[in-house]
């Protein structure tokens, strides 16, 4: 999921954080340190570094996150000019698959390997190796290296680069003294991490991941806004380069203009803004106009803006978002600046899309806890959560799979009574079916329904939620009297369905080494380490089911579909890579049997009327201007989604070529 992604793109910019300034000669004895590992505040890992008498560097990198994490083990050595010629890796990694890494030089020839990639290079004796699944202890040594080079800047291998940007120095409770640093060449945008006066990497702090030296853990709280107004400053940069506010009106003509209550197109239409209001619909150009600023959309097509109706938003997703030509989105569960964010993207003040729902994120305390918003211990602590998340504008409440299921209807009850929607994960020991009659609106996740015919025993706190369903749900019988029940309580109930559905593909059907099946078509468009994240497999497949894995994905596409054909509401949520992950679902439904079109509306006005928006998801006069520009026609071919050329939100313009070029992400072109 989601959370998942952010701390594989956490690991692999670890390994890139540096200082600013040369050291004396002298070398600084290597002391081993201990780190503590938190997820949405609570303890759940560790981080060892240490060095060998014989010179080799020891690293030990564990978490748990819902029962996921992994657990590394690495031995590397340097040589006299900072940079690895020997580095080990064994354990697991996030989803508990095997991890066996190594890089060595032979005969003058860097060689690496790894479940997921091998190459080999001649050696420099300059650049740095960056490993996929590295422990955070590698900071320390890139250090090395980065301190030696005149630049502050290092070539990495496989590739890419590392440079250090910025640096603020720091005095914490007037006695610990740190820099924030700012580095880019790696990902989306800049990365930022702090070090101590030894150099040594001292912490990352984050609402949802969080790794700080040992003895220190009461400061990371005092880190935490100093580096989001580090990193909130440079993307408010960004902003004030890539937002357009028209000073004219703005006729787009010759537009074929997708209707997304009929689901047909009307083709060389004229459409008239005025600010941020649709102010005509022409089949001609409007007269009595002049001092218009015109848009020639000739043999392209106009959409609504797109709907993302499961998101983990941060001020980084917000640029992917509007390139993809994702105006509004619906964020369920996420940290409680979320208000703040949303009020930043409204402004333009950071680039982002309208975060249309706020829901509110509970969970029951344990070792299974979500790792952000309300982890509650008894039912007076939940409803004072949902009254809380109330006061502050959350319009919807998702319940999480440690909450006890007799306290799902109290829950729902409370949330209700203050006109707030209910969805959620399904609690363990608990089945869709109950759920729902104890007061779910909405069911998150495709494999949470298909729990629904497994069985009320599985722990799905923990991966069973997915093992079990890729092992079985591949024998589900769709003509079943079990299966059609189900589908008539979904309909007597209005209940929604937000399947995610293509996060399963990749879990169940990849192999490490493959790139991920959802991501395939734009992996060559990423920046290099976050590219190399893809080809990592999914869940660890016992020998001899990979068949049975595959069948179950192709399973639940199909159960996607049976809830189409049955008019059962579906929206189209990711909890996957910003952007690109919407594409891919609207593509997978289309896979599923669904008509393009139909897909089109679910991502626009469907998503609108479940967002309680009566004026947006339709192209209409007086409506608000949320729109996108399509090179082709996603009703012939979904995939045409992908050609977003321009957005506008709320009247003001965005040029995804620009926007994707500010984070290092090649345009479709």
Same mark, same amino acid.
Not at 152 to 181: A, C, F, M, Q
Not at 344 to 370: E, T
């Given at each position: 999921m989601k959370v998942s992604l952010k701390i594989s793109f956490f690991i692999i910019l670890f390994i890139f954080f540096s200082c600013q300034k040369k050291k004396d000669s002298k070398e600084i004895t290597y002391k081993s340190r201990d780190y503590n590992i938190y997820m949405g505040g609570k303890l759940a890992g560790y981080q060892k570094s240490s060095k060998d008498p014989n010179g080799s560097y020891r690293y030990t990198y564990e978490f748990n996150d819902r029962g996921r994490g992994p657990h590394i083990e690495e031995?590397?050595?340097?040589?006299?000019?900072?940079?690895?010629?020997?580095?080990?890796?064994?354990?697991?990694?996030?989803?508990?698959?095997?991890?066996?890494?190594?890089?060595?030089?032979?005969?003058?020839?860097?060689?690496?390997?790894?479940?997921?990639?091998?190459?080999?290079?001649?050696?420099?004796?300059?650049?740095?190796?960056?490993?996929?699944?590295?422990?955070?202890?590698?900071?320390?040594?890139?250090?090395?290296?980065?301190?030696?080079?005149?630049?502050?800047?290092?070539?990495?291998?496989?590739?890419?680069?590392?440079?250090?940007?910025?640096?603020?120095? $720091?005095?914490?409770?007037?006695?610990?003294?740190?820099?924030?640093?700012?580095?880019?060449?790696?990902?989306?945008?800049?990365?930022?991490?702090?070090?101590?006066?030894?150099?040594?990497?001292?912490?990352y702090t984050s609402s949802w991941f969080t790794c700080i030296q040992k003895g220190y853990d009461s400061i990371a709280k005092q880190l935490l806004p100093i580096q989001k107004k580090k990193e909130e400053q440079y993307l408010k940069n960004l902003s004030s380069s890539l937002v357009n506010i028209p000073l004219k009106k703005l006729l787009l003509k010759n537009v074929n203009i997708f209707d997304a209550e009929s689901g047909k197109i009307l083709p060389n239409m004229f459409v008239l803004i005025n600010k941020n209001i649709i102010e005509k619909i022409t089949t001609t150009k409007p007269s009595n106009i002049d001092n218009v600023e015109i848009i020639d959309g000739s043999n392209k097509t106009l959409l609504p803006g797109l709907f993302d109706m499961h998101t983990h938003i941060d001020e980084t997703d917000g640029i992917m978002h509007l390139a993809a030509g994702i105006t509004s989105v619906r964020d369920l569960g996420n940290s409680f600046d979320l208000p703040k964010l949303k009020?930043?993207?409204?402004?333009?003040?950071?680039?982002?899309?309208?975060?249309?729902?706020?829901?509110?994120?509970?969970?029951?305390?344990?070792?299974?806890?979500?790792?952000?918003?309300?982890?509650?211990?008894?039912?007076?602590?939940?409803?004072?959560?949902?009254?809380?998340? $109330?006061?502050?504008?959350?319009?919807?409440?998702?319940?999480?799979?440690?909450?006890?299921?007799?306290?799902?209807?109290?829950?729902?009850?409370?949330?209700?009574?203050?006109?707030?929607?209910?969805?959620?994960?399904?609690?363990?020991?608990?089945?869709?079916?109950?759920?729902?009659?104890?007061?779910?609106?909405?069911?998150? $996740?495709?494999?949470?329904?298909?729990?629904?015919?497994?069985?009320?025993?599985?722990?799905?706190?923990?991966?069973?939620?997915?093992?079990?369903?890729?092992?079985?749900?591949?024998?589900?019988?769709?003509?079943?009297?079990?299966?059609?029940?189900?589908?008539?309580?979904?309909?007597?109930?209005?209940?929604?369905?937000?399947?995610?559905?293509?996060?399963?593909?990749?879990?169940?059907?990849?192999?490490?080494?493959?790139?991920?099946?959802?991501?395939?078509?734009?992996?060559?468009?990423?920046?290099?380490?976050?590219?190399?994240?893809?080809?990592?497999?999914?869940?660890?497949?016992?020998?001899?089911?990979?068949?049975?894995?595959?069948?179950?994905?192709?399973?639940?596409?199909?159960?996607?579909?049976?809830?189409?054909?049955n008019e059962v509401t579906i929206v189209a949520g990711t909890d996957a890579l910003a952007g690109f992950g919407l594409h891919t679902e609207m593509e997978n439904y289309v896979k599923a049997g669904i008509p393009s079109s139909e897909v089109l509306k679910i991502a626009t006005s469907v998503s609108a009327k479940i967002s309680g928006v009566s004026n947006l998801g339709i192209i209409k006069e007086g409506y608000l201007a949320d729109l996108i520009l399509v090179d082709g026609n996603p009703v012939e071919n979904i995939s045409a989604i992908r050609k977003v050329e321009l957005t506008i939100k709320n009247g003001a313009i965005f040029y995804p070529e620009k926007l994707y070029n500010a984070i290092g992400v090649k345009h479709f072109k």
């Open positions: 031995k590397i050595v340097i040589n006299k000019n900072n940079v690895i010629i020997d580095h080990k890796i064994n354990g697991h990694n996030y989803l508990k698959d095997t991890v066996n890494e190594i890089f060595t030089i032979e005969n003058g020839i860097a060689k690496w390997k790894s479940s997921s990639e091998q190459g080999e290079v001649k050696f420099d004796n300059n650049s740095f190796f960056s490993a996929i699944n590295t422990s955070l202890g590698t900071t320390d040594l890139l250090l090395k290296k980065l301190l030696s080079t005149e630049k502050n800047e290092v070539n990495l291998l496989p590739g890419g680069t590392i440079k250090i940007t910025g640096i603020e120095h $720091h005095s914490i409770n007037d006695s610990i003294n740190l820099r924030l640093i700012e580095l880019t060449g790696q990902s989306f945008t800049p990365s930022y991490t702090w070090i101590d006066e030894e150099d040594r990497f001292f912490g009020e930043n993207f409204d402004a333009n003040i950071l680039i982002g899309p309208r975060i249309q729902v706020m829901s509110g994120f509970i969970d029951k305390s344990g070792p299974y806890a979500g790792p952000t918003g309300s982890i509650i211990n008894n039912l007076e602590e939940g409803f004072t959560a949902i009254e809380k998340y $109330h006061k502050n504008g959350y319009r919807q409440i998702k319940l999480y799979s440690s909450i006890e299921p007799e306290w799902v209807k109290p829950l729902a009850d409370k949330a209700h009574e203050l006109g707030m929607r209910v969805s959620g994960h399904i609690p363990a020991f608990m089945i869709a079916e109950q759920a729902i009659n104890a007061g779910y609106d909405e069911i998150q $996740h495709v494999n949470m329904i298909a729990l629904n015919f497994l069985s009320d025993t599985i722990d799905t706190r923990t991966p069973l939620r997915f093992s079990m369903v890729a092992e079985h749900s591949h024998k589900l019988d769709f003509n079943s009297n079990e299966f059609k029940k189900f589908i008539q309580l979904l309909k007597d109930k209005n209940v929604v369905i937000d399947p995610t559905v293509s996060i399963f593909e990749g879990m169940f059907t990849a192999k490490s080494g493959d790139p991920d099946p959802s991501f395939v078509k734009i992996l060559d468009r990423l920046p290099l380490n976050t590219k190399r994240g893809y080809y990592s497999g999914g869940l660890p497949i016992p020998e001899g089911k990979e068949e049975y894995y595959k069948l179950s994905y192709y399973k639940l596409l199909e159960m996607v579909k049976q809830f189409y054909d």
